[in-house]
């Protein structure tokens, strides 16, 4: 059974994702990201990029040199997006902590995706925060998508339950 779709109507300075593009647009981002595991800052940057894709929370993308590479190993397996290309997994082994593949990377992405190339994003749910300008993030519903819900971000949003046919 599907759920109707009741959009958010956004207030001043909140964007619906009902208004993102589909296919998605690529956004570099200067504000401030950060990403923190089991007490350790593994990410910290002010360039990122978000991917903006209708129904969804941006996905943020994180460039390797502003993280800490060392708690991430290669997994095995990788997964296809039709706008983006073949991902690649990375598990995050932060001291006692070992979260499996909850981060991805595409190593060639189309060409409309480029500028992420080696870029990583990472799931929020299992982290101890992800911020995006200081703000905690909301983890995207449902544990299969890698949105980063913000203040300033409505929805509904893909991953709710009912969602599955939007």
């Given amino acids: 059974m599907f ?8 207030q001043p300075g909140q964007e619906s994702v009902w ?3 589909r296919p998605p647009k690529l956004e570099a981002v200067k504000s401030p990201i950060q990403i923190i595991c089991n007490g350790v ?3 910290d940057t002010k360039s990122a990029y978000r991917v903006l894709e209708t ?3 941006p996905v943020y993308y994180l460039p390797p040199a502003d993280i800490k590479m ?19 997994y990375y598990t995050l082994e932060v001291e006692d902590k070992i979260l499996p593949k909850v981060a991805w990377y595409y190593s060639q992405p189309t060409e409309a995706f480029k500028e992420i190339a080696n870029y ?3 799931y929020a749910f299992p982290m101890d925060g992800c911020y995006v300008d200081g703000e905690k993030v909301t983890p995207q519903p449902g544990n299969f998508y890698g949105g980063w ?7 509904p949003f893909k991953g709710e339950s009912g969602s599955w046919g939007w």
């Fill in 149 to 155: 819900i913000t203040s300033n971000i409505v929805g």
């Fill in 19 to 21: 208004d993102y593009p």
């Fill in 41 to 43: 800052k593994i990410a």
């Fill in 120 to 122: 990583v994003a990472f």
């Fill in 55 to 57: 129904s969804h929370p």
């Fill in 3 to 10: 759920k109707k779709i009741e959009k958010i109507t956004p």
């Fill in 70 to 88: 060392e708690y991430l190993i290669p997994a095995s397996g990788q997964s296809f997006c039709e706008w983006k290309g073949v991902a690649q």
